[in-house]
């Protein structure tokens, strides 16, 4: 999105929001396997690890780009539809487990250590599907975070992103931590990130479906939050920023599927505003 922007000494990754749909499909009543709107092109930047210490993988709902030198995942991204937000097929169960790819994350790394266990990808969003409801509970989908945080300022922007889904239909969403210099180190080799962020988008027709991105000019709706895990206010107004500032804090490149000149409309707004 911003890659003219940017110096070219300053290489990023680049998070393509593609879903494997039409203008007019319906949408699915099951969440489907993602498809491929994850592309990693660049990054090499003083403040964020090699792409080669980035390995993606994708899971039957959510895809997740885990860091193997911070062992945080950079970034987790999914579609929600509303069929998925509203079925309750299967109730939450706090399960956690070893994800198999990466299997030196352990019940160990959170144990007596007075952090909680954050999801990145929320299991509520999942309900709709045993396995991916399992997948979320993947110590992978998870980062350090104070009791307060994730059980309260976190769970919000969690909800708020839900909403959307619910009142657009299907929503793009991805969310991750701000790896940054001077984090405080954790177990393993990991990292206590201070800050965390979620972006929203729907991209819909006339019909309120969500579409590919087209030389039609869509419907456009995003929202993104950063916040600090010792956020003071209760209220997510505060830390709503732009999807820019969220590019620029983290080096990612967030929805870069969509055309220049209708990013350039919702990129820099930061109150979730809907362009015709």
């Not at 980062?143 to 969690?158: D, L």
């Not at 991805?174 to 180190?185: D, H, K, N, Q, Y």
Request: proline residues 7%; glycine residues 4%; charged residues 20%.
């Amino acid at each position: 999105m911003r890659g003219r922007k940017v110096k070219a000494s300053i290489l990023r990754l680049s998070l393509l929001s593609v879903v494997a749909l039409t203008a007019c499909t319906t949408i699915p009543r099951e969440p489907d396997a993602p498809s491929e709107f994850i592309k990693l092109t660049l990054i090499q930047d003083g403040e964020l690890p090699a792409p080669s210490s980035c390995v993606v993988k994708k899971r039957i709902a959510y895809t997740i780009c885990m860091d193997t030198k911070t062992h945080l995942a950079l970034w987790v991204a999914y579609r929600l539809t509303k069929a998925g937000v509203t079925s309750e097929a299967n109730q939450r169960k706090n399960n956690w487990r070893t994800d198999p790819d990466f299997p030196w994350l352990t019940s160990k790394v959170y144990s007596k250590s007075g952090f909680d266990k954050g999801h990145l990808a929320p299991a509520e969003d999942f309900e709709s599907s045993l396995q991916a409801m399992n997948e979320s509970f993947y110590y992978s989908n998870s980062a350090p975070q104070v009791e307060t945080f994730n059980r309260g300022i976190w769970q919000k922007a969690e909800k708020a992103a839900r909403e959307l889904a619910l009142t657009h239909e299907s929503a793009l969403i991805a969310s991750g931590p701000v790896i940054e210099r001077g984090l405080p180190p954790f177990r393993d080799a990991a990292v206590v990130p201070r800050r965390f962020w979620k972006a929203v988008l729907v991209v819909s027709n006339s019909n309120g479906v969500i579409s590919s991105p087209t030389p039609a000019v869509p419907r456009l709706h995003a929202n993104a939050w950063i916040i600090p895990t010792d956020a003071k206010s209760k209220d997510l107004a505060p830390y709503t920023v732009s999807v820019d500032e969220v590019e620029r804090v983290t080096g990612l490149d967030l929805f870069s599927a969509y055309e220049n000149q209708l990013e350039e409309q919702f990129e820099s707004h930061s109150s979730g505003i809907v362009l015709n």
